[in-house]
T-cell receptor, first 115, second 112 residues
Framework: EAGVVQSPRYKIIEKKQPVAFWCNPI?????LYWYRQNLGQGPELLIR????????DSQLPKDRFSAERLKGVDSTLKIQPAELGDSAVYLC?????????????FGPGTRLTVT | AQSVTQLGSHVSVSEGALVLLRCNYSSSVPPYLFWYVQYPNQGLQLLLKYTTGATLVKGINGFEAEFKKSETSFHLTKPSAHMSDAAEYFC??????????FGSGTRLSIRP
C-alpha cells in the first residue's frame, strides 16, 4: 500500500514569492491534515479536512495561507507571499476517519526555506 | 485545553541500556495518548497509543508506555536500546475534539 505522498520534498524561495505544496493521501482515507513543524518542535495543525470540507482551519494564517482539497482526495497548501518565518517542514497526514484515535499516517514532508 | 510536556530535549543512552523518555500531559477530559517516532527526513510514524482499557500499552520495535492517571504521565520505555532506535520521539495528546497536540520532541541518541 502506498503511503502519503508529498511534493516537492525541498523548496527554496525568496521572501514575498508564492509557493505551493501538494499531498496525495492514502487511498480511502477521508481525513487529511496539514501540519507545520518548526525546527526543534513538534508538528502544529494548520488545517484538517473531512472529505472536501475544511472542518478545522483555526490555526491557518488566512491572510497568506490557503488550502484546498478538490474531490476529497489530493490537497494543495499555498503560501502567498512567503515570509522568512514560514521556513519550516510542512507535513501532510491522512487517517481513515476523523476520530482522534484513528492512526494518522504522515508523509515525508516538504522542507521550505525562505531567504 | 490540552498540553504535553516532554522532559528532556535530548536523551543519550548506551546500546543495550534502558530507554526512558518522559511525557506529562494536561487534559480536562479523559485523554487519548500517543507516541510517534520521526527518523531523519521522514514523516512521523505511530509507535503506540492509549485509548481506553489496559494502562500498559505495547507498541512496535519493543517499545511500551504506561498511562498513569494519578501522575498525568505517559512515559515511553524500551528495555534494551538498539542503534536503530536513534530518532526524534514525540508524545501527543488527543481528545474527542479530534485534535492532537504534539510535544516538542525528545531526540534519542544511542552510544555504541
Amino acid at each position: 500500500e502506498a503511503g502519503v505522498v508529498q511534493s516537492p520534498r525541498y523548496k527554496i524561495i525568496e521572501k514575498k514569492q508564492p509557493v505551493a505544496f501538494w499531498c496525495n493521501p492514502i487511498s480511502g482515507h477521508n481525513t487529511l491534515y496539514w501540519y507545520r513543524q518548526n525546527l526543534g518542535q513538534g508538528p502544529e495543525l494548520l488545517i484538517r479536512y473531512e472529505n472536501e470540507e475544511a472542518v478545522d482551519d483555526s490555526q491557518l494564517p488566512k491572510d497568506r495561507f490557503s488550502a484546498e482539497r478538490l474531490k476529497g482526495v489530493d490537497s494543495t497548501l499555498k503560501i502567498q507571499p512567503a515570509e522568512l518565518g514560514d521556513s519550516a517542514v510542512y507535513l501532510c497526514a491522512s487517517s481513515l476517519e476523523v476520530r482522534v484515535y484513528y492512526e494518522q499516517y504522515f508523509g515525508p514532508g516538504t522542507r521550505l526555506t525562505v531567504t | 485545553a490540552q498540553s504535553v510536556t516532554q522532559l528532556g530535549s535530548h536523551v543519550s543512552v548506551s546500546e543495550g541500556a534502558l530507554v526512558l523518555l518522559r511525557c506529562n500531559y494536561s487534559s480536562s477530559v479523559p485523554p487519548y495518548l500517543f507516541w510517534y517516532v520521526q527518523y531523519p527526513n521522514q514523516g512521523l510514524q505511530l509507535l503506540l497509543k492509549y485509548t481506553t482499557g489496559a494502562t500498559l500499552v505495547k507498541g512496535i520495535n519493543g517499545f511500551e508506555a504506561e498511562f498513569k492517571k494519578s501522575e498525568t504521565s505517559f512515559h515511553l520505555t524500551k528495555p534494551s536500546a538498539h542503534m536503530s532506535d536513534a530518532a526524534e520521539y514525540f508524545c501527543a495528546v488527543g481528545s474527542s475534539a479530534s485534535k492532537i497536540i504534539f510535544g516538542s520532541g525528545t531526540r534519542l541518541s544511542i552510544r555504541p
